[in-house]
């Protein structure tokens, strides 16, 4: 096997513990010099390029913890072509939230215009080493020039620490109950077995249930690891509560299936998704504001997402599993969607109030039962949903008492 030879998946070696610690500090070192290429591209092709290229050729030793390596790869990748090719951060990223009492940087000051240009033509320090830094670790912007659209509200200036920590605990602790059960319930299926059952050989509604169920599963996970990392970074010192809007939205919100991906459902790729797209325009020479900007806009941001997503299933199965089709296929349904409001709105319907958001409700539930079990069938025919054991499992824990306690 040479050395641009992946092996196969059995074959892979342990992950070794400095590499993705490693990939990071490149990226943020990398944005941190001084803003010509030479030196940038220097850095990213002698250690940046390399050390994200070996990759796939480590393993975790966990299919779910592979396929989070692999989402890193994607979104790393992807927002370093955002942060060094398409955008001139020097001149764009700047923070307007400031620490503690201090008032916020207003829009339009002197202020603003002194933060616009204070890394413009500056070398390599520390203090910009910490200023890329913060922009790698602020996937969503909060607090910056940038903050992405659409977030949850933020907690407010002064917002009592330990009322923010005490929260996120409670909040951590319920979640890690909820993957628990989710966990114990889906070790008794066949699909979370080795080899694991095909999705598709259940009934149509089996199919749904367990697609479900696999989705609310990654959204308990997924709130559970952003509440402890909301704990350890509070805890630091270093960030603040208004510096962690909740990630996922309102349910309610969720009317259309735009509504979904633009307000309910987590906003941590926005920033990566919304450059390319906006790149796209660009290139293309479409005018803001007209119809071609927006639906190449939309596209574009579907396939960036589809593209980490396929990267983080290359790292589990060296293949797609469905994620093009299925983030292509939510762009086509909301295109279909805005011509029927259009219609709606054309003949005089716009304001069908609660009877439109019941039918957008049920669209939406309909669309993703749908569009979901070819994605989810796709991760759990190579193995995704086969669960790691918790740390500890506090409700198999509860279980074992309450059988005791009845024998």
Known sequence: ????????????????????????????????????????????LTIAVPTLATLPFYTTGSVSNDYWVGSSFGIWTFTAVDYLLLSRPEKEFWRVQRKGPARDIGEGSVEEEREKSRWDGVGWSVEKWLWSAGIWLAPRGVGWSWEVKNLAPKKPAGYPSWKFLLTHLLRALTFYILVDICQ???????????????????????????????????????????????VLATLSGIWEPRDFPDAFGRLRDAWSVRQF???????????????????????????????????????????VSALIHTAATFFIARRDTGDMRFFISQ????????????????????SAGWLGKIIGYLWVIAWLSYSLRGWVGGGIAVGLWVPQAL?????????????????
């Open 391 to 407: 740390p500890y499992s506090p409700v198999s824990r509860a279980m074992e008492l309450l059988e005791g306690y009845r024998h």
């Open 331 to 350: 762009a086509v349904a909301i295109t279909l969607e805005d011509v029927v409001i259009a219609t709606a709105v054309r003949l005089g319907l716009q």
């Open 184 to 230: 114990i319930y889906i070790h008794t299926l066949p699909q979370a077995r080795d080899p694991p059952a095909l999705l598709s050989a259940e009934p149509a509604l089996g199919q749904v249930a367990l697609a479900w169920l696999f989705w609310a599963e990654a959204y308990v996970f997924l709130n559970l690891a952003l509440s402890f990392t909301v």
């Open 261 to 303: 991906w633009g307000r309910t459902w987590h906003q941590l790729l926005r920033r990566p998704v919304s450059s390319f797209g906006r790149s796209a325009v660009r290139l293309l020479g479409f005018r803001k504001g007209t119809n071609a900007s927006s639906y190449t806009q939309l596209y574009a941001g579907f396939v």
């Open 1 to 44: 096997m040479d050395a641009f030879t992946l092996p196969p998946l059995s074959e892979r070696a342990p992950l070794p513990p400095y590499v993705m610690p490693l990939c990071l500090f490149t990226l943020i070192t990398a944005l941190s010099l001084p803003a010509t290429y030479n030196l940038r591209f220097l850095l990213l």
